[in-house]
């Protein structure tokens, strides 16, 4: 079986920031905006030491349990089902907890003696503690700016980790990277590149979220199976950022006038 390499572009020096970290059997903390290549960035990194990724994408309702494991009914008897964290943990996997901040509480928690020097996991329900593989890393990430105040780490979880910053990428960088994904002809990825910075720059938009690195790829994917590149940007770069109809058009006026 051929397993794809997945594409990822260095814009600083996280390659070697991330080898150092596993190395030395540290947490990291990825922070950056929703689309800037955060897990892109988790899965090139895990294919290149060869690791077993485990991907938990956080919501409100992610616990504790979800992660560490629960007893389940299997025909007469009552039997233990490791999570996620616990699986990583015994094999020596990369648990990477995308939009950590999203999670409940008790994730933080539960994460705490993962990220210090003990690095064990304390099963309650079995009354066990799990000594971390030698090989586990744990990873998380979380948009700063999202709906700040309201879905922040707190610095004592902060400081646990080593961390990067992940921000859109510049347009040379970018423009590679949608040729890259997508195949476009480098004039088409360079006006989505600048369609991308336009919008960024709009900040009398109020977007709660702008333009990723994400939304030009699907456009460009669009564009280069040969949906109309107006249509493609509509649908692809303007109707995900917003629903109020004045700021949808103020964009198809920019994306058609750029077009």
């Known amino acids: 079986m051929i397993i794809e390499v997945p594409y990822y572009h260095q ?14 059997r540290m947490p ?49 008897e009552t039997v233990w089902v490791d999570g996620p964290l616990t699986t990583a943990v015994r094999e020596g996997a990369i648990l990477y907890l995308d939009e950590v901040a999203e999670a409940r509480p008790d994730v933080i928690v539960a994460i705490h003696s993962m990220t210090d020097h003990r690095r064990e ?19 998380a990430s979380f948009n700063p700016g999202y709906q700040r105040g309201f879905k922040e780490l707190k610095p004592s979880t902060r400081q646990r980790f080593v961390a990067l ?18 195949g476009v002809d480098k004039e088409v990825a360079k006006k989505l590149v600048s369609i991308g910075g336009k919008i960024r720059n709009l900040t009398e938009l109020g977007l709660t979220e702008t333009v990723s690195t ?19 940007c509509h649908v692809g770069i303007v109707e995900p950022l917003s629903d109020d109809a ?3 058009e103020s964009m198809k006026d920019l994306v058609d006038l750029m077009i």
């Open 214 to 232: 994400r939304l030009l790829v699907d456009a460009a994917k669009l564009i280069h199976s040969g949906l109309p590149k107006r249509l493609s």
């Open 121 to 139: 996991l304390f099963i309650d329900k079995l009354g066990e503690r799990v000594k971390a593989h030698e090989n586990f890393m744990l990873i």
């Open 11 to 24: 814009t600083h020096q996280e390659k070697e920031v991330f080898i150092h970290v596993f190395r030395n």
């Open 165 to 182: 910053s992940f921000d859109y990428p510049e347009p040379k960088i970018e423009t590679e990277i949608l040729i890259n994904e997508t």
């Open 246 to 248: 004045q700021t949808i």
């Open 28 to 76: 990291l903390l990825l922070k950056g905006p929703t689309g800037s290549g955060k897990s892109r960035f988790v899965e090139y990194m895990a294919h290149q030491i060869e690791q077993k990724l485990i991907t938990i994408s956080c919501h409100e309702e992610t616990s504790s349990t979800d992660l560490i494991g629960r007893f389940i009914i299997k025909g007469a």
